[in-house]
């Protein structure tokens, strides 16, 4: 199976404005919280990489995650949804360090 087509999720500006956010935030920032993921020394040495040598560097990621929760609530504007997947398994490549 190919892989989909990239999506970029940036939030535009109105989105920015009204994106919740786990404490205050002085700047807004240009995606969701809730994409971002933390690894600890202890998931990069699981998945068998050095960690990234700077702020900016760009990984590939390929992840299995499990649906854990699905909500819809009705309101004015339509249904809302909202989707929880736990990540279970992941590989993570540097993109930095491929050569062409």
């Known amino acids: 199976m190919a892989w989909s087509n990239m999506v ?6 109105e989105d920015k404005f009204d994106a919740p ?3 205050p935030m002085v ?3 240009d995606y969701p919280y809730g ?3 933390s690894l600890t020394e202890k998931e990069l040495t699981k998945l068998g990489i050095d ?7 760009v990984t ?4 299995f995650g499990v649906v854990t929760c699905i909500s819809a609530n009705s309101s004015e504007s339509g ?9 279970q398994k992941m590989s993570v ?3 930095m360090q491929e050569k062409d």
């Not at 970029?8 to 500006?13: M, P, R, W």
């Not at 590939?60 to 992840?63: E, I, V």
């Open 8 to 13: 970029d999720l940036e939030l535009d500006d």
């Open 21 to 23: 956010q786990p404490y």
């Open 27 to 29: 700047s807004k920032p």
């Open 35 to 37: 994409l971002r993921i």
């Open 51 to 57: 960690a990234p040598e700077k702020i900016g560097d």
């Open 60 to 63: 590939d990621m390929r992840c």
């Open 79 to 87: 249904d809302c949804c909202r989707v929880e997947i736990q990540i």
């Open 93 to 95: 490549e540097s993109e």
